[in-house]
């Protein structure tokens, strides 16, 4: 199990649902525990019998013949129907009457529209499918077919979700590059997808300067030699190169286009998105999810997990960013369909003040926030005078993704946010697992800080040993789901066999997660971190490996080895153990750190810039030459800041100590 501060908690307190929730909310769809289940039971017993109910509710150009076709390890979901999840998210809504609800709120950051102005935009549903079907004819114009890949590198305008949608319209799977990676990373990303058309941004803003998005594109595309075009949309209003023939404006190509374009009848298992996550080893890899059993899943889990009740006056935020699975499923994807407006925002948690969150709570009246728990970690730093200031009466539920959360936290986000009346629903999942797979639901479920409670329907996750056998309760093991689920990835791009391995290898017919969980005694999961060399940075997922590969690639480290040490905000910090190229062993210095970590944050983006780094003669091995991480790990674990001497370290004495433990 990864070190980090979230080893195995003790923690007896237990929230059960208060008791004016149900009152509150109007409707619960999960009204008790003992619903959920009975509602568990039949969905794990009768999974065709579940999900077909679950996905009448959703419009089918073609019904299915078969609910689930499950041949270990690919599961095929509404087989032979078809469908379009943007019809389902917009277009749905317009036609049965409700085109004038607002499908999302977008506020920019602040000062963007001038001084302490707050930018914001509701767009209806109507305003959202007329805007989408001119987007989509746009790509189309633009040479994209159904199937091919289009890759979005843009910042959080509403353009995004725009052109996520229009995307899903026509069945061409999106590819969204987090805007705060850097041009190697849309190389890659780029090239491992054969993409050959890029929407982006002039800028976008962030803290009051502009992030150089089409810069950052330029910078790529002189690597990718097969990108016919980049659309690319006016946000900054900054000075950009575009190149002729390639580079077209958004205000010149969509504004233009008639809104005719209707959504394209797709199949089930056709392939909705590629988004691009870390693994132990190597490169990032292309999650393929697909569009039936994603749009269902996404759709229903946000309904149960948050009891979202359609216009309701309910109006909900989550802060992540639609770089990540986050976004996708719960801004866009499984929010439209639930008409309760989403809202999206741009800049940063701490810009222009550090109140920016609680200031859009309340005069959004937000009802639902959705934050990963190194945010909240920060929001306690900062100050409980922040969130004091702002009036916050209108929260009725809160959630947690991304990481472990510590109990503190979890007891400062419901007294101090939630005003101990909210709900906390700690969302555990996976850019794999496309929605929630184990959380609680705010209605039925009680819950105890730090842990993320119990699977969600359809969901038949156990944590077992290297055999499969469950392990007795409060026995640490691997986290698995023994039966496939709708949102499940169907692969990784143009890589069978690190699917296969990745998932379904270790564990005999099982999905293997890659983290690490115990059960309690009520048979309650807590997670206890990856178990691969995947690091959880700030809830943000980064391979040792990338960053070991940029340290390398800077030709001033020969040798690196990185690994997680505990961080008081992100969890999980970055370690960096580096030998230096000889030419430059002795400059082992601030400097060198410095030009490291900036190095690194250049190559791949800021969230990779390591919080340590040390160095060393030599790396500590194994006899069979494997990097002893181990004692990596306990090493970065004892010096927390980066205050440490510069000298180099000679790990010989310690590696042969703890040799025969690591071997
Ligand atoms: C971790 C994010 C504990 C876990 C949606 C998982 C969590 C990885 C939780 C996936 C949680 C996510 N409690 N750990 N509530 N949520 N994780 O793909 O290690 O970016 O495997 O998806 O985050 O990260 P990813």
Redesign the pocket.
């Known amino acids: 199990m990864s070190s980090g501060i979230h080893s195995v908690q003790h923690e007896d307190r237990i929230f059960p649902p208060p008791a004016d929730f149900a009152a509150r909310m109007g409707t619960l769809h999960v009204p008790d525990l003992a619903t959920y289940q009975s509602m568990h039971e039949r969905s794990i017993r009768d999974p065709e019998g579940f999900w077909g109910d679950v996905a009448k509710d959703f419009h089918w150009f073609k019904p299915w013949s078969k609910v689930l076709e499950w041949n270990l390890p690919d599961a095929k979901w509404f087989v032979g129907g078809q469908t379009n999840a943007c019809f389902n998210a917009v277009d749905r809504q317009v036609e049965a009457g409700h085109g004038d609800e607002v499908a999302i709120i977008w506020e920019g950051e602040p000062n963007a529209a001038g001084p302490h102005g707050h930018e914001v935009r509701h767009i209806t549903y109507r305003q959202l499918r007329d805007e989408v079907a001119r987007c989509a004819a746009a790509l189309e114009s633009l040479g994209v077919k159904k199937g091919d890949v289009v890759t979005l590198y843009m910042g959080m305008v509403p353009e995004l979700a725009v052109a996520v949608l229009a995307c899903a319209r026509i069945g061409a799977p999106h590819s969204v590059i987090f805007g705060g990676f850097a041009a190697q990373a849309i190389v890659d990303r780029v090239q491992d997808a054969q993409s050959t058309v890029i929407v982006t941004c002039d800028g976008a803003h962030r803290r009051g300067t502009v992030v150089p998005l089409k810069a950052n594109v330029d910078a790529a595309c002189e690597r990718l030699p097969d990108v016919r075009h980049v659309l690319v949309l006016r946000r900054t209003g900054t000075d950009v190169p575009m190149k002729a023939g390639r580079d077209v404006w958004w205000h010149d190509v969509v504004a233009k286009q008639p809104t005719t374009r209707a959504c394209e009848p797709v199949d089930a298992e056709h392939p909705l998105f590629l988004l691009y ?1 870390s693994g132990s080893t190597g490169k990032p890899k292309g999650i393929l999810h697909t569009t039936g059993g994603y749009m269902v899943f996404t759709a229903a889990t946000a309904r149960w997990t948050f009891n979202l009740v359609p216009n309701s006056g309910q109006v909900y935020f989550c802060t992540a960013d639609l770089g ?3 976004g996708h499923s719960y801004i866009v994807y499984g929010l439209l369909p639930n008409r309760v407006p989403t809202l999206m925002y741009e800049g940063a948690p701490n810009w222009p003040g550090d109140d920016r969150f609680w200031s859009i709570v309340a005069r959004h009246k937000v009802t639902h926030f959705y934050t990963a728990p190194t945010a909240i970690r920060s929001f306690m730093r900062w100050g409980d005078r922040h969130p004091a200031k702002h009036d916050l009466s209108s929260l009725r539920v809160l959630g ?6 510590n109990p503190e936290a979890w007891i400062w986000y419901h007294e101090k946010i939630g005003g101990g009346r909210c709900p906390i629903v ?7 697992t496309g929605g929630h797979i ?2 609680p639901l705010p209605g039925a479920t009680p819950t105890v800080p730090g842990s ?1 409670t119990l699977p969600m329907f359809g969901v038949d996750a156990a944590v077992v040993d290297d055999h499969g056998h469950e392990q007795p309760a409060n026995t640490g093991g691997l986290l698995v789901i023994r039966k496939p689920w709708p949102g499940m990835l169907r692969g990784i791009h143009g890589d069978r066999q690190r699917f296969i391995d990745t998932y379904f290898s270790r564990v005999k017919g099982m999905y293997l ?3 690490g969980a115990r059960r309690d005694q009520r048979g309650y999961f807590w ?1 206890m ?2 178990i691969d060399d ?1 690091l ?1 940075v700030s ?3 980064l391979g040792t490996a990338e960053v070991e590969s940029s340290l390398v690639g800077s030709k001033l480290v020969v040798e690196a080895a990185v690994v997680g040490m505990p961080h008081e905000i992100k969890g999980t910090g970055i370690a960096a153990f580096c030998v230096l190229h000889p030419d430059h062993a002795a400059n082992a210095d601030e400097n060198m750190r410095k030009r490291l970590m900036e190095h690194v944050a250049r190559d791949i983006g800021a969230i990779a810039r390591p919080d340590m780094i040390r160095f060393t003669n030599g790396l500590p091995k194994t006899r069979s030459g494997k990097i002893m991480r181990r004692l990596l790990r306990d090493i970065a674990a004892g010096k927390e800041t980066t205050q440490d001497t510069t000298t180099l370290e000679d790990f010989n004495v310690l590696a042969k100590l703890r040799e025969s433990d690591e071997a």
């Open positions: 996550t990540w699975i986050t947690t993704v991304g990481e472990p959360i700690d969302t555990m999942w996976q850019t794999e184990i959380t993320c997660a890659g983290d997670i971190g990856r995947v959880n809830g943000h997922r």
